[in-house]
């Protein structure tokens, strides 16, 4: 499967809404336990990063509305609660496309990141007309 064999509206959906192959694997742990109290250390523990990048995405992903504060007011810990059906059924059939097509998922994550790259290295190129 190549970048135009994913489904369009998952492309699209991951070109708008999964910054990184780290945030969708986040996401994507939570999904897995939805029940599970998901701490900074703990998410930070299980993708191997830095605590600060964890926080990171626990905020992103609850800006985002795939992620929640736990309800029962236990400090620093987060759990899987999309903001409507929707969502969630869009993340389901993105968790399976992962799981059989990871290598074409991650390249089209990092695609969007290569064009952002690339669009600000421009902005600072000398133009003639300047």
């Not at 998901?38 to 626990?58: F, M």
Request: contains cysteine; proline residues 5%; glycine residues 2%.
């Amino acid at each position: 499967m190549d970048n135009l064999s994913i489904p369009e509206d998952l492309r699209r959906f991951v070109l708008t809404n999964i910054p990184s192959v780290p945030y969708l694997e986040a996401l994507l742990l939570m999904r897995a336990d939805p029940d599970r109290p998901w701490s900074t250390d703990s998410l930070a523990r299980r993708l191997y990063v830095r605590d600060k990048v964890a926080e990171g995405l626990l905020a992103e992903l609850c800006r985002s509305g795939m992620a929640a504060p736990r309800s029962d007011g236990a400090a620093d810990a987060y759990c899987y609660r999309p903001r409507d059906e929707a969502l969630r059924e869009r993340i389901d059939r993105l968790a399976d496309l992962y799981a059989t097509n990871l290598v074409e998922v991650t390249h089209l994550i990092h695609s969007s990141l290569d064009r952002k790259a690339q669009q600000f290295a421009d902005a600072f190129k000398w133009r003639k007309d300047s």
